[in-house]
């Protein structure tokens, strides 16, 4: 499958801090998504993103699909303590299984 | 509206055992799918179901992994016999729109631990 870069691997950060991560691809996606992963727990989808250049936002978080259709990032604003988590990108390619980012570790401190 | 249960949560076994893992996914959803997930990576696909027809199945590694889905509804993915490279957690997810649908929900996964 494609391969997926994820960074930064971890953040450690205060409660309140803004947070992005982004993911780049070797080549094009259709739709990339965004998903959180509680320990003990599936992912959880939090964005789905669909045509190049889209802006989307789920409460603090924002995601873009970059115009290039290789890359994506994610915003958190004003972090909090439940924050916490992996946070995974996904790309998927009409016929190809979706392919997962090695993920983000976001730590957040009070 | 229940989300994708899976059981056991956890399973120990030691190498050339055998395990299974059974999943049943959101009520009406036809698409299921197994993943594998390494610790410290993302899920990896494993197999996709459609109803009970296999869309994909091309990163099982079909000497020792089998899955079915015999009436389309919940389903099974069996390890025989365990290595202790298997060890993972393994992931179920369904999806409402069969074929390319990418907004999969997944359920809690079963941690595997090979000894």
């Known amino acids: 499958g494609q391969q997926l870069n994820q960074s930064p691997q971890s953040m450690f950060i205060q409660e309140g801090e803004d947070v992005s991560m982004n993911c780049t691809s070797s080549s094009i996606f259709n739709t990339w998504l965004w998903y959180k992963q509680d320990p003990g727990e599936g992912p959880v989808l939090l964005i789905a993103l669909y045509k190049a250049g889209e802006l989307t936002s789920n409460g603090r978080l924002t995601a873009q699909f970059g115009i290039t259709r290789k890359d994506s990032f994610l915003n958190i604003s004003a972090s909090i303590p439940s924050d916490v988590g992996i946070y995974f990108c996904?790309?998927?390619?009409?016929?190809?299984?979706?392919?997962f980012g090695k993920g983000t570790s976001l730590l957040v401190t009070p | 509206e229940a989300g994708v249960a899976q059981s056991p949560r956890y399973k120990i076994i030691e190498k050339r055992q055998s395990v299974a893992f059974w999943c049943n996914p959101i009520s009406g959803h036809a698409t299921l799918y197994w993943y594998q997930q390494i610790l410290g990576q993302g899920p990896k696909l494993l197999i996709q179901f459609q109803n009970n027809g296999v869309v994909d199945d091309s990163q099982l590694p079909k000497d020792r992994f089998s899955a079915e889905r015999l009436k389309g509804v919940d389903s099974t993915l069996k390890i025989q016999p365990a290595k202790l490279e298997d060890s993972a957690v393994y992931l179920c997810a369904s999806s409402l729109v069969g074929g390319d649908s990418n907004e999969q929900f997944f359920g809690p996964g079963t941690r595997l631990t090979v000894l």
């Open positions: 996904a790309g998927h390619l009409s016929g190809y299984a979706l392919n």
